[in-house]
């Protein structure tokens, strides 16, 4: 089963609107964070370093549901953590059903099989499902044994059960091109809806700080991992992003574009960092000092960041934006990519973060795609 048509007509109509109301920041998808708890402990995942007292703490449903209306994005991604975890996940994805909001619920799906009973296959709702890689490459990025197993049975499952179900990659420098393809290959073979991809961002408490890609390498990594492209292969997301990542069309980010909700409260200034919080969606718009952020603005932290939380509703904005950017869209949709550019020359690699610093932004600035 695909992306439904009312899914991708609603996001068109949105972004659209957006542009006749000449807003040139708005939301496309919340990042919903209702608990940091997490099963796993990924070696490039700071997300469960918080204090014990932190990671006890949930988003009610309530809390939640006012998050989503008073952001107003269309689609609403529903990380962590570990989402299944939440003794209240089911009542809060049912409330955004019933709101018509597109819903990704991403998880390692090591409780996905067991918990599918409490939740009804919609075209709202899609189960993403944390996949790094093939048997062994997965869970050695994942810090377990048997993880990638457990997940093929449970994304079987939920395909069986008539769920719509996609894969989430996060990619790193020790990826193997040729074994992503066999992943592509293994996933498209068990019937999932789409494969979202993206580059790891550096983040700070990770316990592995070693293997981020830098932005030739992600350039170059998914120019050799995307050339000739089985037209089988189905990704779940825009054309210009993926073109992005080949380093073949230049994007800005749009921090705003993924606006993050948590325990803490609206985060600043996006979902990979974290400079504070603001009581509502309102005062994160207006209070955060967008030009700080971004690879344009000389943000050291944000200088290889690529990841799609900051640049996929960029590549949105960009398609619906301009004649230029729906002409390229349709070409890499019709034909399999634009033609490769030149890479520059490599960056020095970036610093990494001292722990002892206060946490610096890292999306970049977005600029008139009008």
């Not at 269309?74 to 597109?102: N, T, W």
């Not at 961002?201 to 830098?214: C, N, W």
């Not at 640049?311 to 634009?338: H, I, M, N, P, Q």
Request: proline residues 7%; aromatic residues 10%.
């Amino acid at each position: 089963m695909g992306v439904p048509v009312s899914q991708m007509w609603t996001v068109a109509r949105y972004v659209v609107t957006q542009k006749l109301k000449r807003r040139r920041r708005y939301p496309l998808v919340l990042m919903l964070e209702p608990l940091f708890r997490c099963n796993l402990a990924c070696a490039g995942c700071g997300k469960i370093q918080y204090p014990a007292e932190i990671l006890r703490k949930n988003l009610s449903p309530e809390e939640c549901f006012r998050a989503v209306e008073e952001c107003g994005a269309p689609i609403v991604s529903i990380p962590g953590g570990e989402p299944l975890l939440h003794p209240e996940i089911d009542q809060i994805v049912a409330g955004l059903v019933e709101r018509r909001k597109y819903v990704y619920l991403c998880t390692n799906a090591i409780l996905l099989e067991k918990n599918l009973h409490r939740f009804t296959p919609s075209k709202y709702l899609s189960f993403s499902v944390h996949v790094d890689g093939p048997r062994e490459e997965h869970d050695e990025a994942v810090c377990r044994e048997g993880v990638y197993d457990v997940a093929v049975d449970a994304i079987r499952a939920a395909v069986k059960q008539g769920f719509r179900v996609t894969t989430n990659t996060t990619l790193f420098n020790t990826a193997d091109p040729d074994a992503m393809r066999e992943m592509f290959d293994a996933m498209t073979e068990l019937g999932v809806e789409g494969m979202m991809l993206s580059p790891g961002y550096q983040y700070e408490k990770a316990p592995d700080q070693d293997h981020f890609l830098h932005r030739n390498e992600t350039a170059t990594l998914f120019r050799r991992m995307l050339r000739g492209a089985k037209r089988q292969w189905v990704f779940n997301q825009s054309p210009l992003f993926l073109e992005f990542l080949r380093g073949n069309w230049d994007l800005e980010c749009t921090p705003w574009g993924n606006p993050t909700y948590n325990v803490f409260g609206w985060q600043k200034p996006c979902y990979l960092l974290q400079e504070g919080h603001a009581e509502t969606y309102r005062e994160l718009m207006d209070a955060t000092e967008w030009d700080r952020y971004g690879r344009a603005s000389g943000n050291p932290r944000c200088r290889d960041c690529m990841v799609h939380s900051g640049y996929e509703a960029t590549a949105v904005d960009r398609t619906f934006g301009s004649l230029k950017g729906l002409l390229a869209a349709a070409r890499v949709t019709l034909f399999g990519g634009l033609p490769e550019r030149p890479l520059p020359a490599a960056d020095e690699p970036s610093e990494r973060p001292d722990p002892a610093a206060p946490q610096g932004p890292l999306v970049e600035l977005s600029r008139d795609f009008s």
